[in-house]
């Protein structure tokens, strides 16, 4: 079931019609993420807040977060957190080379 979901959410992401985030969105969105502590904890590492300050794709991610949902649903919660973390992890294997 969670392998399902994660399919939708992929295809929601690569079919959605709306623009990308812009800056102002992204920064709000990071605002308001430092209430989660999972992520004060992933920006307290410095190579992870520096992804999160520079890496275009990393950024991408966290301005397409709805923070309304996030405050209702920890299922939501939960998927972006985890979205999130691959993201980066990913990200991190990019900057390296491979």
Same mark, same amino acid.
């Given at each position: 079931?969670?392998?399902?979901?994660?399919?939708?959410?992929?295809?929601?992401?690569?079919?959605?019609?709306?623009?990308?985030?812009?800056?102002?969105?992204?920064?709000?969105?990071?605002?308001?993420? $430092?209430?989660? =502590?999972?992520?004060v #904890?992933?920006?307290?590492?410095?190579?992870?807040? @520096?992804?999160? /300050?520079?890496?275009?794709?990393?950024?991408?991610?966290?301005?397409?977060?709805?923070?309304?949902? $996030?405050?209702? =649903?920890?299922?939501? #919660?939960?998927?972006k957190?985890?979205?999130?973390? @691959?993201?980066? /992890?990913?990200?991190?294997?990019?900057?390296?080379?491979?």
């Amino acid at each position: 079931m969670e392998v399902f979901l994660e399919f939708l959410a992929l295809v929601g992401d690569l079919f959605w019609w709306g623009d990308p985030p812009d800056e102002q969105r992204i920064e709000a969105n990071i605002t308001a993420l $430092m209430a989660y =502590s999972w992520f004060v #904890e992933l920006v307290e590492k410095p190579q992870y807040n @520096k992804l999160v /300050q520079e890496n275009t794709s990393v950024r991408y991610v966290i301005g397409k977060m709805k923070m309304k949902k $996030m405050k209702r =649903s920890p299922m939501y #919660e939960e998927r972006k957190e985890k979205k999130l973390k @691959k993201e980066i /992890q990913k990200q991190l294997i990019v900057t390296k080379g491979g």
